[in-house]
């Protein structure tokens, strides 16, 4: 079975404060992929980022990092200096079994106050 | 180049009717997803089509079904429409990689209402 923790359901930050999401997954196979999904108030999930499990490397792009840790099955995702167009849900997700199925956290909805 | 796009954005329906949704995929796409999202709820998997077959299902009920076709768009189908049914329908499609979980582009969703 797969699961998608995201303990964090609300977090709210001053503009230019780094934040970091929490992601917890759990999958029994040994290849998955997870992800990072943006879903503005306009309802669209944007695609993020995408990881294989043999691929721990972390990942920076811009003012987005992502935190892969196999050994405590986290996939963590900071925002440094956040601005307001950053508010939005994010959600983690996971695919593992090689079936095409994407099992989705219930999201972490971020506010950055200007 | 178009994205998912998917319609009607916004419906409203009554308990017991039917309704269909439908989604074009991404140009260069051959297979489309379907999600349920309840309100403060991340999406759930409904289906999955390619090649004009469902090749996987989620917890769904039969009252939910789908449709793929030759050009690679899709419409869910949803039955006997019950209250808990009101949500946000998202398609998403990608293009089948075997063996590895691709990125799956998203409309922006239609929102139903069950009264």
């Known amino acids: 079975a797969q699961k998608v923790t995201q303990a964090q359901t609300e977090i709210s930050v001053v503009e230019k404060e780094d934040v970091t999401l929490d992601c917890v997954y759990e999958?029994?196979?040994?290849?998955?992929?997870l992800f990072w999904y943006k879903q503005p108030p306009s309802g669209e999930l944007v695609f993020l980022i995408r990881?294989?499990?043999?691929?721990?490397q972390n990942e920076i792009s811009g003012r987005y990092s992502w935190n892969f840790q196999k050994s405590t099955s986290s996939f963590n995702f900071t925002i440094t200096a956040s601005q307001v167009v950053d508010s939005a849900v994010y959600f983690c997700?996971?695919?593992?079994?090689?079936?095409?199925?994407?099992?989705f956290g219930t999201g972490t909805k971020l506010q950055v106050i200007p | 180049d178009a994205g998912v796009t998917q319609s009607p954005t916004h419906l409203i329906k009554t308990r017991g009717q039917q309704v269909t949704l439908r989604c074009s995929p991404k140009?260069?796409?051959?297979?489309v997803s379907w999600y349920q999202q309840a309100l403060g709820q991340g999406p759930q998997f409904i289906f999955q089509?390619?090649?004009?077959?469902?090749?996987q299902r989620g917890n769904f009920p039969d009252r939910f079904s789908g449709h793929q076709f030759p050009n690679y768009s899709s419409e869910l189908n949803v039955n006997a429409l019950l209250l808990g049914d009101s949500a946000l329908y998202l398609c998403?499609?990608?293009?089948?990689?075997?063996?590895?979980?691709?990125?799956?582009?998203f409309g922006e969703g239609s929102r139903l209402t069950v009264l």
């Open positions: 990881r294989n499990s043999f691929d721990e």
């Open positions: 998403a499609s990608s293009l089948l990689q075997r063996g590895e979980a691709g990125e799956l582009f």
């Open positions: 999958t029994r196979d040994t290849t998955y992929y």
């Open positions: 089509y390619y090649e004009e077959e469902e090749r």
């Open positions: 997700a996971l695919n593992s079994g090689g079936y095409q199925k994407v099992t």
């Open positions: 140009s260069g796409h051959d297979t």
